[in-house]
T-cell receptor, first 115, second 113 residues
Framework: AQSVTQLDSQVPVFEEAPVELRCNYS??????LFWYVQYPNQGLQLLLK??????LVKGINGFEAEFNKSQTSFHLRKPSVHISDTAEYFC?????????????FGEGTQLTVNP | DADVTQTPRNRITKTGKRIMLECSQT?????MYWYRQDPGLGLRLIYY???????NKGEISDGYSVSRQAQAKFSLSLESAIPNQTALYFC????????????FGQGTRLTVV
């Protein structure tokens, strides 16, 4: 079994400030890791994913995440946020087995960027 | 047109009624999923299907059923709706490689009164 914990339910920041959204996971097997974003009244859109290789992963809209196996974390970062980054962000894991893209999601983090 | 289309987008129904949510996709993917989103709980898997003849329960399947009518169509039914099934429902698709991303529909907001 696997689980995901997003450590902050809400993160308010000012425009142009840096932001980090924290995600920890638990799994007995190796996993693939994902960050999805949900803009108001929309479905989920993939921001980035970690499959293997370099632990620093770059995604769309200037976001990046770092996989830390020893700490079982996959935190999302952006050096300078914009108003348009206001959205809910979900961390998710998928194992290497037959579950394919059967994702286990975290609780979500609402990022609010204020002017 | 969207790759993954859900109908209806919004629905209000009464307790005890049967309701069906529909999902169709044009991505040619074999795998389809139904998730439920509740505030503070993230998304939880209800059912998933790896091909037309393969249907599997997810972590919260009680009170729900599904039908995979074709590769491109996967519907979710609430046999007798209850208020705690009020939620945002998402359909998703993916291909058969384990590291692929899932593509989500726009969601169906269901309210059971």
């Amino acid at each position: 079994a696997q689980s995901v914990t997003q450590l902050d339910s809400q993160v308010p920041v000012f425009e142009e400030a840096p932001v980090e959204l924290r995600c920890n996971y638990s799994s007995s097997v190796s996993v693939y890791l994902f960050w999805y974003v949900q803009y108001p009244n929309q479905g989920l859109q993939l921001l980035l994913k970690y499959l293997s290789g370099s632990t620093l992963v770059k995604g769309i809209n200037g976001f990046e995440a770092e996989f830390n196996k020893s700490q079982t974390s996959f935190h999302l970062r952006k050096p300078s946020v914009h108003i348009s980054d206001t959205a809910e962000y979900f961390c998710a894991v998928s194992d290497f087995g037959t579950s394919g893209s059967r994702l286990t999601f975290g609780e979500g983090t609402q990022l609010t960027v204020n002017p | 047109d969207a790759d993954v289309t859900q109908t209806p987008r919004n629905r209000i129904t009464k307790t005890g009624k049967r309701i069906m949510l529909e999902c169709s996709q044009t991505k040619g993917h074999d795998r389809m999923y139904w998730y439920r989103q509740d505030p503070g709980l993230g998304l939880r898997l209800i059912y998933y299907s790896f091909d037309v003849k393969d249907i599997n329960k997810g972590e919260i399947s009680d009170g729900y059923s599904v039908s995979r009518q074709a590769q491109a169509k996967f519907s979710l039914s609430l046999e007798s709706a209850i208020p705690n099934q009020t939620a945002l429902y998402f359909c998703a698709t993916s291909d058969s490689t384990p590291n692929t991303e899932a593509f989500f529909g726009q969601g169906t907001r269901l309210t059971v009164v």
